[in-house]
């Protein structure tokens, strides 16, 4: 039998796994969870870890302890940004980003081009160490350039006002941020990491489809060629409602999908997405709102993503959203006691 790693590994290169693997994001763990009974229940440990440092060589960061949140304080030549954070269930939510008037455009553009990666391959190597055969560990990036002004810069709101009064400011910054990603191709590429994420948290309602296939793919593309010339393979963090651009994530260079969220909660089904992305793995996300169902509904539904997913050549599964608690064990368990009865898929 397979450890955990192996599986993982297994699944990821298209392989078919002795079972489904079933993994767990370790940072959603809550504080003083044990996970050991779930472990020896077959539970895997999915464990994201950077590769690199990001530093701003001309740019002072500060951060100010304000009205229960933190304030940072970005200074450069050019003038200074805010942003404001507040406590939230884990870690801190933006609650005011940097970009507030179009002259703050200018000022974040000096800083993504001043945007430097430092390698931190030890780092890596040491975490993939402590992981062992319980899991595996996967090298995490950061935001498409698109979808870091969204995130990152200007608030998904604002975002959608941007489009429309600054477009040209919301292009510009883009460009600059496409143009400094390519440094970070290269440092991971030349990592110890095998697998790749890259983005996600998509939404295609709010960018539109269109921009997903002409501003969020190029973007994997490049950094799927970089990563393919080395051995490694990329996937996406994609969670949302992906019915409109099926077509996209297939003729991209993704070699896996990862989140990926079937009803009741998203609007594609594992069928529909093994139909639609054939050669691309598939590492779902159980349905958050199921975790909350009585026993017989979680087996339910297991057994149904487990009959559309086929054989378990290239599929996964796992929890990449934060469960109540309460729930965790219960239907955690419930979820491996269905995949070890199906032998892992039909």
């Known amino acids: 039998m397979q450890n955990h790693r192996e599986a993982i590994e297994c699944a990821?290169?298209?392989?078919?796994?002795?079972?489904?693997?079933?993994?767990?994001?370790?940072?959603?763990?809550?504080?003083?969870?044990?996970?050991?009974?779930?472990?020896?229940?077959?539970?895997?440990?999915?464990?994201?870890?950077?590769?690199?440092?990001?530093?701003?060589?001309?740019?002072?960061?500060?951060?100010?302890?304000?009205?229960?949140?933190?304030?940072?304080?970005?200074?450069?030549?050019?003038?200074?940004?805010?942003?404001?954070?507040?406590?939230?269930?884990?870690?801190?939510?933006?609650?005011?980003?940097?970009?507030?008037?179009?002259?703050?455009?200018?000022?974040?553009?000096?800083?993504?081009?001043?945007?430097?990666?430092?390698?931190?391959?030890?780092?890596?190597?040491?975490?993939?160490?402590?992981?062992?055969?319980?899991?595996?560990?996967?090298?995490?990036?950061?935001?498409?350039?698109?979808?870091?002004?969204?995130?990152?810069?200007?608030?998904?709101?604002?975002?959608?006002?941007?489009?429309?009064?600054?477009?040209?400011?919301?292009?510009?910054l883009h460009e600059a941020l496409v143009r400094n990603h390519r440094k970070m191709y290269a440092v991971i590429a030349n990592s110890p990491a095998d697998y790749v994420l890259y983005g996600g948290n998509v939404v295609p309602e709010m960018l539109g489809p269109d921009r997903v296939r002409d501003m969020i793919a190029p973007c994997w593309n490049a950094f799927a060629d970089a990563l393919h010339e080395k051995g490694k393979k990329i996937g996406c963090h994609l969670d949302a409602n992906n019915k409109t651009i099926l077509d996209t994530v297939r003729r991209s260079k993704l070699d896996f999908v990862e989140a990926f969220t079937p009803p009741p909660d998203c609007n594609v089904s594992v069928k529909a997405a093994r139909k639609a992305w054939p050669g691309k793995r598939l590492w779902i996300n159980f349905p958050s709102s199921v975790h909350l169902r009585h026993d017989a509904a979680i087996r339910a539904a297991t057994e149904e993503i487990l009959k559309q997913a086929g054989d378990r050549k290239g599929f996964l599964m796992g929890v990449t959203e934060d469960i109540p608690r309460e729930h965790i064990d219960r239907s955690c368990s419930v979820i491996l006691e269905t995949i070890r009865a199906f032998g892992g898929g039909l």
Request: hydrophobic residues 35%; aromatic residues 14%.
């Open 12 to 172: 990821l290169s298209g392989g078919v796994p002795d079972l489904v693997p079933f993994t767990f994001y370790d940072g959603l763990f809550p504080p003083g969870f044990d996970p050991a009974p779930l472990q020896a229940k077959g539970l895997a440990i999915c464990a994201r870890r950077g590769v690199f440092n990001k530093v701003y060589p001309h740019v002072k960061i500060r951060d100010v302890k304000e009205n229960g949140g933190i304030r940072y304080v970005y200074e450069t030549p050019l003038g200074s940004v805010t942003s404001f954070s507040k406590a939230a269930a884990l870690g801190y939510a933006p609650v005011e980003h940097p970009i507030k008037k179009r002259d703050d455009y200018r000022v974040v553009k000096f800083i993504v081009e001043d945007g430097e990666y430092e390698p931190v391959y030890d780092f890596y190597l040491k975490e993939v160490e402590k992981i062992g055969q319980i899991g595996k560990v996967i090298a995490h990036s950061c935001y498409e350039p698109l979808m870091d002004i969204q995130v990152s810069w200007v608030g998904q709101e604002q975002f959608c006002y941007e489009l429309a009064d600054n477009p040209d400011a919301v292009m510009d």
